[in-house]
């Protein structure tokens, strides 16, 4: 339930939503999914947030990113942490929540509906928190795939869940084979 005149902002966890995203077999299509939102309510800013490894010389994400900035989302980025597991595996940390959190809770006063592309349930008090406020919250995430993407508790605590794979037609393109491939480097492994 959107409302043409109220002030929007999209808050997008990269990882999150390619993870979900992956798992029902499509990729995004960052132009149409701003294009939708665009036409859902008025604008006031789209952030992504992404780990990067900043060590590579090449990083499969790197043209998202670059393409994200100078196309009107807001990027906000972090080198990601490199670190080996107790079975000697190479796992990649980049946690961007805290970001997204303190993002959200600055807007929060200048608009009226928040979207958070998230199935995480650590954000669920940060959802109660937005709408104390008075903030609308909207979470798209997927409870489709196995397991289902989205934490019971972040599903309950939204004023709206809409599911991404209802949105494959609107903001989806068949999946490329190296496409962003790196965005699960920055999930919370």
Known sequence: ???KDERLALFIDGSNLYAAAKSLG???????????FVRRGRMIRA????????????SPIRPLVDWLHYNGFSMVTKPAKEYTDS???????GNMDIELT???????????????????GDFRPLVESLQRQGVRVSVVSTIRSQPPMIADELRRQADNFIELDEL??????PPRDQDEASERQASNG
Not at 87 to 93: A, F, I, L, N, P
Request: net charge negative; charged share 35%; no cysteine.
């Open 47 to 58: 952030f992504y947030y992404t780990a990067l490894l900043e060590n590579e010389e090449y």
């Open 168 to 173: 494959r037609t609107v903001i989806g393109r």
């Open 102 to 120: 303190v993002d959200a809770m600055e807007l929060a006063p200048r608009v009226d509906h928040i979207v958070l592309f998230s199935g995480d």
């Open 26 to 36: 499509f990729d995004i299509d960052y132009k149409l999914l701003r294009q939708e």
């Open 87 to 93: 079975q000697g595996r190479r796992k990649v940390k």
């Open 1 to 3: 339930m959107f409302y």
